[in-house]
Nanobody, 124 residues
């Protein structure tokens, strides 16, 4: 599975942004998907996860109630809607695909495929 993340950019605090992650494979709907981010000098952090059907979603504590993950399996695409952005949301955002999640969506080892990342910069 090849993943292509897009939609990043430079925004101001309080703005919204939507990231997209397009998958190359028609079996995309079989995969759970995750969003992670990495800020300069920091470890990669779990942002959101979504089940193959989209019926279940999971979020990191720092983005709960602000970010929403959803997917359109007909378009082989998963999205991350980000509202009320803060400067601390500045990071490279990665999407990732997991054939199945055995334990936790927040565990990077669950994911077999990763996109190249898209930069999100939030100015104060």
């Amino acid at each position: 599975v090849q993943l292509q993340a897009s939609g990043g950019g430079l925004v101001q605090a309080g703005d919204s942004l939507r990231l997209s992650c397009a998958a190359s494979r028609r079996t995309f709907s079989n995969y759970a998907m995750g969003w992670f981010r990495q800020a300069p000098g920091k470890e990669r952090e779990f942002v959101a996860g979504i089940s193959w059907s989209g019926s279940s979603t999971y979020y990191g504590d720092s983005v709960k109630d602000r970010f929403t993950a959803y997917r359109d399996n007909a378009k082989n695409t998963v999205y991350l809607r980000m509202n009320s952005l803060k400067p601390e949301d500045t990071a490279v955002y990665y999407c990732a695909a997991a054939p199945y999640v055995r334990s936790r969506y927040g565990d990077e080892s669950e994911y077999h495929y990763w996109g190249q990342g898209t930069q999100v910069t939030v100015s104060s």
